[in-house]
């Protein structure tokens, strides 16, 4: 059911491609759903070829579902007047190198509709902001991989929209690149935009987005809160043990459930939190020694490898 704050909608959408001539339909997306709300930063996250920049060019009208419905500001994706309120970063963007950054900049202004008399500070705002005011007046072909991708989110914003769309926006993006875009894009939400980040770059994912959808082989996974992913299940702890006996290593196995790893002397092992201590306490009486208990924190990249193994065993029984 569709809500007033649901800004982008996804329901039921399926893509069918002919390879060839001749050659059967190959399904990639196999009814999809999920939304997206106002003013939060959603992570769409899969490996390469699950599905993500089909989706993504779905919502941009670049293609058309094979069933299904989209929507994005309570609008159909085949209609064009709401695009005014969209940005949208692909992830090769392409530009005209013999521009400077400003002139390109610019130009897509223009495209966008700003007004000339506010063109110029829009455009050195914009400069400013994805930190290209230095390089403003160089040739696009100086630039590096990651200074072009900061001018296509540059392009993106250029006439303030209210939605952005970012596909891979870390690509080509050095350490300080990417902890100025991840600055950029939580700004961006306190501004009152919401943001649809299309990702394959876990970590980032978990430090700025509010929800994510996980897609593997055409299916969403898993979708809601980062804060409800990494809170999942019941809280485990990690012990690595030295001088663990085998019987005493089989019995945690059987009294605790015990996963085990063995690596050299030490072993390790994950246990319940609640096990923690009295398998700590098994194991010295049998005369081992505790190098380290640390509390296990459920990852983004845990959830996202189970899903991906998930699809992986479903399509091998098919």
Do not use: W
Request: proline content about 3%; glycine content about 8%.
């Amino acid at each position: 059911m569709t809500t007033s704050n649901d800004i982008v909608l996804v329901e039921d959408i399926v893509k069918d491609f002919r390879p060839g001539f001749g050659l059967r339909r190959k399904r990639v997306l196999h009814g999809i759903s999920f939304r997206v709300r106002e003013r939060e930063i959603f992570g769409f996250v899969g490996p390469n070829g699950a599905g993500k920049t089909t989706t993504l060019k779905v919502l941009m009208g670049l293609i058309h579902a094979t069933s299904g419905r989209t929507s994005i500001l309570g609008n159909a994706v085949n209609e064009t007047a709401f695009r005014r309120q969209i940005g949208y970063l692909p992830e090769n963007p392409y530009f005209y190198d013999y521009l400077t950054g400003r002139e390109i900049l610019d130009f897509y202004a223009k495209l966008s509709g700003v007004e000339r008399n506010l063109r110029a500070s829009r455009v050195d705002e914009l400069l400013g902001l994805v930190g290209l005011s230095q390089a403003a007046d160089a040739r696009l072909r100086t630039y590096s991989k990651g200074m072009l991708q900061r001018v296509g989110i540059a392009q993106a914003l250029v006439h303030d929209p209210q939605v952005v769309f970012l596909d891979e926006p870390m690509s080509g993006l050095d350490p300080i690149g990417r902890k100025d875009v991840r600055d950029l894009i939580l700004r961006l939400r306190t501004q009152g935009k919401t943001v649809f980040m299309n990702t394959h770059i876990l970590s980032d994912v978990e430090m700025v987005c509010d929800r994510v959808a996980i897609i593997a082989a055409g299916r969403i996974r898993y979708e809601g809160a980062i804060d409800e992913f990494l809170v999942a299940g019941e809280p485990e702890a990690d012990l690595v043990l030295a001088g663990l006996p085998a019987e005493t290593a089989v019995e945690l196995e059987e009294r605790f459930g015990a996963k085990l790893r063995g690596h050299g002397e030490q072993i390790e092992l994950r246990v319940a939190e609640k096990d923690a201590s009295p398998a700590m306490r098994l194991a010295l009486n049998a005369g081992a020694r505790v190098v380290s208990s640390i509390p296990h924190r459920v990852s983004l990249e845990s959830i996202f490898m189970t899903a991906v193994n998930e699809s992986q065993d479903e399509e091998a029984a098919s």
